[in-house]
């Protein structure tokens, strides 16, 4: 049994893991602190936990919905919503624009492998931009395969699912400061930004780098801007919460039609215990036809401190849901 100094050397998502399973009487081991490495024991039942990665989430399908641009093939292939898109070299860049100019602007660009939304940059509206965030960033600095996309409009979701039929949606709203009439931008970030160091909820703080920078360029904000008091000020147009978006709690506000998309998509990767789904929709709360939604990203180990803390409504213990499918025969023993 993990003690509290132990359990406070953890990554959040990982420890409110453990915490779900050392309450239901299961031994947890941390092997090999620096890769958070877990030994998970139930009687003669072990587990091997690496990043909520068990023995029951395939390998395979765990290295294929990490491809961004082969997950979007394996959905568009079984009729599922997906954004219009295509996969590039470095060295093929200048075919990477042409294209876009053919799919239609605004794009997103994104690279193949990737998290915590780092170097996905929305709002493309010209080739001349596009061919300079691609040199820049794709070809000069990252020298990796990018996936250009047509820019889906709708609000951005996360749906936790389980092949059992237990889930939570969540509501992901970009990074943004409420103006109070006497601090600027830069202050709002900051005085949000202590609040959030005390991790009283899933809230991180809010990102400013070279996304936040290009965002507020192209709609012209700056940052010794004063909102007016409540005025809402975007800084970003991403809204990973590790970039400082908020999470809303929507488990009880979607329409039936999501959970049965989420079930075909999860249901396509045989195998798959359980996902995280990034889900656009134009409104979440109406039936979701074809052209209602796009599938932006699948992820098979899922954070669950979002669910479980999220900044507005109502808490989703998917932990629970989680360890339910690792070690079934303790769901009953639950607290």
């Not at 005025?231 to 400082?244: C, L, M, Q, T």
Request: charged share 30%; aromatic share 8%.
């Amino acid at each position: 049994m993990l003690d509290n100094s132990e359990l406070q050397k953890l990554h959040t998502n990982q420890r409110l893991f453990v915490m779900e399973m050392q309450a239901r009487g299961i031994d947890v081991q941390i092997i090999y602190q620096e890769i958070e490495l877990i030994k998970a024991e139930y009687g003669t039942h072990i587990e091997w936990i690496l990043d909520r990665d068990s023995s029951i989430t395939p390998y395979s399908v765990s290295i294929i919905c990490g491809d961004k641009y082969i997950t979007k093939k394996i959905l568009e292939q079984n009729h599922i919503s997906v954004p219009m898109g295509e996969k590039f070299l470095p060295n093929e860049w200048e075919l990477s624009i042409l294209y876009a100019k053919k799919l239609g602007f605004p794009v997103v660009i994104k690279p193949v492998f990737g998290s915590h939304g780092d170097d996905i940059y929305m709002d493309i509206e010209n080739e001349i931009e596009l061919e300079e965030i691609v040199r820049k960033v794709f070809v000069n600095r990252l020298n990796k395969a990018f996936i250009i996309e047509k820019q889906f409009e709708g609000k951005e979701y996360r749906v936790f699912l389980t092949k059992t039929g237990d889930y939570a949606v969540l509501h992901r709203e970009p990074a943004h400061v409420i103006g109070d009439g006497k601090h600027s931008i830069k202050e709002l970030i900051e005085i949000e930004n202590k609040k959030r160091k005390e991790r009283v909820n899933c809230l991180c703080p809010i990102a400013v780098d070279e996304i936040t920078e290009n965002y507020m360029k192209k709609y012209h904000i700056l940052m010794e801007y004063i909102p007016k008091k409540n005025e809402k000020v975007y800084v970003r147009h991403n809204s990973n919460v590790a970039k400082g978006g908020l999470c809303i709690d929507y488990t009880d506000k979607i329409h039936p039609s999501v959970i049965e998309n989420c079930k075909q998509i999860l249901n396509t990767f045989s195998g798959l215990a359980y996902v995280g789904i990034d889900y656009m929709s134009k409104d979440i709360t109406r039936e979701q036809t074809s052209d209602m939604y796009n599938i932006v990203e699948v992820n098979t180990v899922p954070g669950i401190h979002m669910h479980m803390k999220p900044s507005e409504g109502k808490p989703r213990n998917v932990a629970k849901y989680m360890v339910d499918m690792i070690f079934p025969e303790t769901s009953k023993t639950k607290r």
